[in-house]
């Protein structure tokens, strides 16, 4: 009887059925979609590191070294397994021609290598070793997804004296070097080629690489390393920030994929009550009727039930399959930088464990509305044939004293006060739907403008110019120093020396701490907590030192200057997404033995003259990078905006859909309630427009205050999700940069438009009420 009582339902009440399976569909794809591709960014970084062995830990070194030292305190300390010094060609930018223009403008720096020989592979698009051959070269995939090379296209190295073409043989995969927040880049050449141009550059770059018997112990052999006495005149990275800036891009659209899915659940959970209460609106009368002829309240629950139950078990299997195909959509750009890993049990068993949860929800939810069955008498709704819940307020608005409104609008604010109950889950829908509109939005509005090089701690200039470590770099700095304070076309300029310095840790030895000292005035960084040094005896932190140090402001930290432990107060916490966020600032002098490199800022005059101002330093220094504001977060954030656009569009279209939905849903199941009061507004001479006007003004006036809610919302709550979000990446104090026209004036008068539009669709059925006939119900 109830699986025939419940076909029946079924296929009387289709448009009802039709959208709870929409809803609970939806929901299931998304939230799918992204445990999906949650498991595919950490299951294809392992994948990538496991098939490349990527080191464990890696002292990059710019300078000569001893290769037989480091051998022997490597042969001595028992954590390590196997050391690899890998030896790197560092080409000049404007040398290099993977188009017809040189990579001058490239913030990257750019050298020659060939495969390694024990670890730290560099794989193809097949996740195999890259073997090339004399004459050909395997360029990395970050200029394959910035450019769109193919495998057959020409580079051409150029240095005046020497020149060189290389045939394109393969694509690199670097667990190293993959990302494009990492500023370096590995090109792979065969031996023979290697071999020719060591005679021809000069400048050399080591990796000295380690991978260890024991992974647990790399803090131990960290803290062995950065206080022997072997080369470190570069950055010491290891296996844990090689896979935080591995999955920093990917990572950020996921957790927004995420947030998107948990609010759109929430949105499903609430129109599903939306539904269930129009389905009981409407069977009220049967209700009643069974109650009469003597169905307990659970049997009636459990004919419900096993509607709701059949609904949501067929939409989430769907939604579960669907989202093979969508969430393809978002990680493309893990296929291509990490290839796909291996399938595994994980990869069905996450996102079936998502699918449950929504279900179980659902279900869940279902049965709390159901409850309301224990509370309905059979007489009263056989007699009444309505729920009667949307109790109506004793304010009354006299329409004689209104001045003001006409009569329908007036109409419209009386029934809107009178029933918020009613209301107020639609407005929640809306206040929801323009949330998930304004906040990828302005997310994406804040990634994309010029003020987030803020969260780079980087100042905001004009121009940068990076030297990069060469025999002469003290000198060509302080010529570029002499020529930036003459150039009249310069407004103002900051020198900015980045050096190694130690740390006292907590185990009473030291780590090392790369600290950026100079003028820190011209250029300022906004601080998220205190402010920026202003003596020799304070020190500013980035957020991501500061939580693993557990310092904060007010607190010492103790450095070696000079040979000697001093002490710096901590005046400012900042911000800082690059390097993997381990930077600080200062004001005392850099330390000379171990520069990483030189960076100095300007702004110009005449801003018409920026790209000539640009070619002329890039021409007189060079290899020196130069970069405007807005190239440099191009090359370091293009990829990510990209693919944060294509988010923007789908929570677009998602609130576009359900605003419609719910629309168009509360809308059939209103004028059902109503049906009596239209009838009675009709024989009292109200014109069919008259009571379309009501029914339109009521759905606009909460959707303009569900509007200014979400809109405010977004702007407050929404930021604090967004910094938890980037939290993990160096960046917990996100703020907005808000596009007035797009956040206050375009995205309200979408949802608008959709609502109106669908209202007055909705709104035509009251033609084909007969005013007899409803007053007589």
């Known amino acids: 009887m109830l699986t025939s009582m419940l076909k029946k339902d079924m296929l009387r009440k289709k448009s009802i059925t039709a959208t709870l399976f929409i809803f609970i569909f939806l929901a299931s794809v998304l939230m799918a979609s992204g445990a999906k591709m949650i498991v595919e960014l950490t299951q294809s970084i392992q994948h990538l590191f496991t098939e490349a062995k990527a080191p464990h830990a890696v002292q990059m070194h710019a300078g000569a070294l001893n290769e037989a030292e480091i051998e022997q305190w490597a042969r001595d300390n028992e954590l390590v397994e196997h050391l690899q010094i890998v ?63 193919e495998i057959g296209d020409q580079v051409k190295f150029d240095t005046g004296r020497y020149s060189a073409t290389y045939t394109i043989s393969d694509f690199v995969r670097d667990a190293q070097m993959n990302p494009a927040l990492v500023h370096s880049k590995r090109f ?108 307990t309240p659970s049997m009636i629950k459990r004919l419900y039930m096993s509607k709701y139950v059949a609904l949501a078990l067929t939409a989430a299997i769907a939604g579960y399959a669907a989202s093979f195909a969508v969430y393809r959509l978002f990680t493309q750009n893990i296929a291509l930088y990490m290839g796909t890993a291996p399938q595994t049990a994980l990869h069905a068993l996450v996102p079936l464990v998502a699918i449950a949860l929504i279900f179980g929800m659902i279900v869940l939810f279902s049965y709390m509305v159901l409850r309301r069955f224990d509370r309905i008498s059979a007489v009263e709704a056989i007699r009444s044939g309505s729920t009667g819940e949307a109790g109506r307020s004793k304010l009354k608005m006299s329409i004689h004293k209104n001045k003001s409104l006409s009569v329908p609008l007036l109409l419209a604010v009386q029934d809107g006060w009178q029933r918020m109950k009613l209301f107020r889950l639609l407005f929640f829908v809306f206040a929801i739907s323009a949330f998930i509109v304004i906040v990828p939005v302005n997310f994406y509005n804040t990634m994309n403008s010029p003020s987030f090089i803020s969260y780079m701690g980087i100042g ?108 710096f107060t901590i005046s400012g916490i900042y911000q800082d997404i690059t390097n993997g ?95 009596s009061e239209i009838a009675i507004l009709r024989s009292i001479g109200f014109s069919l427009s008259n009571v379309r006007v009501k029914y339109l003004s009521l759905m606009l006036m909460i959707l303009l205050l569900a509007v200014v809610i979400g809109t405010i919302c977004s702007n407050t709550f929404g930021e604090a999700l967004v910094g938890m979000v980037m939290a993990s990446f160096g960046a917990s104090n996100i703020r907005f940069v808000i596009d007035p026209m797009q956040a206050y004036v375009w995205s309200p008068l979408l949802l608008f438009a959709v609502v109106s539009l669908t209202a007055l669709g909705s709104l035509a059925s009251i033609r084909k009420t007969s005013i007899s006939r409803s007053i007589a119900e």
């Open 87 to 149: 030896e790197m060609l560092n080409v000049d930018g404007s040398q290099l021609f993977l188009q017809e223009e040189s990579e001058k403008a490239s913030v990257m720096d750019i050298s020659f290598v060939t495969q390694s020989e024990q670890f730290d592979y560099l794989l193809n698009l097949q996740s195999e070793l890259v073997q090339v051959g004399e004459g050909s070269i395997a360029v990395p995939v970050y200029y394959k997804s910035q450019y769109g090379l």
């Open 460 to 567: 905001n200039s004009d121009i940068r110019i990076d030297l990069r470590h060469t025999s002469d770099i003290k000198e060509r700095y302080a010529q570029l120093l002499q020529t930036v304070e003459q150039d009249a076309a310069v407004q103002s300029h900051a020198a900015l020396v980045t050096s190694q310095f130690k740390i006292a840790n907590d185990e009473g030895s030291y780590d090392n701490l790369s600290v950026e000292t100079g003028d820190l005035d011209v250029f300022p960084l906004e601080y998220m907590e205190g402010r920026a040094p202003q003596t020799m005896q304070e020190i500013a932190l980035s957020y991501t030192n500061s939580s693993e140090l557990g310092k904060s402001i007010g607190d010492s930290v103790v450095l070696q200057v000079e040979g000697q432990d001093q002490s």
């Open 188 to 295: 792979v050449i065969s031996e023979q080629d290697f071999e020719k141009l060591t005679r021809v550059i000069q400048e050399r770059e080591y990796l000295i690489e380690f991978r260890l018997h024991d992974f647990s112990m790399l803090k131990a052999f960290t803290t062995q390393f950065q206080n022997s006495a072997l080369p470190q005149q570069g950055p010491f990275v290891d296996y844990s920030l090689f896979q935080l800036l591995n999955g920093l891009g990917d990572g950020i659209i996921a957790a927004v994929i995420i947030l998107i899915s948990i609010i759109l659940n929430l949105i499903a959970i609430l129109c599903i009550r939306f539904t269930m209460l129009a389905t009981m609106e409407e069977d009220y009368r049967e209700i009643g009727v069974m109650k009469a002829i003597g169905m």
């Open 581 to 675: 966020g381990r930077t600080a600032k200062a004001r005392f002098a850099a330390n000379e033995d171990n520069i990483l490199w030189y960076v100095v800022s300007l702004d110009v005059r005449d801003h018409s003259q920026l790209d000539s101002i640009m070619k002329q330093y890039e021409e007189q220094f060079a290899p020196a990078k130069v970069t405007n504001l807005e190239g440099y977060l191009e090359q370091t954030l293009g990829n990510t905006v990209e693919r944060l656009q294509l988010l923007v569009v789908v929570g677009i279209v998602i609130a576009v859909f359900l605003s419609l939905l719910i629309t168009a849903l509360f809308m059939k199941m209103l004028i059902a309630k109503d049906t």
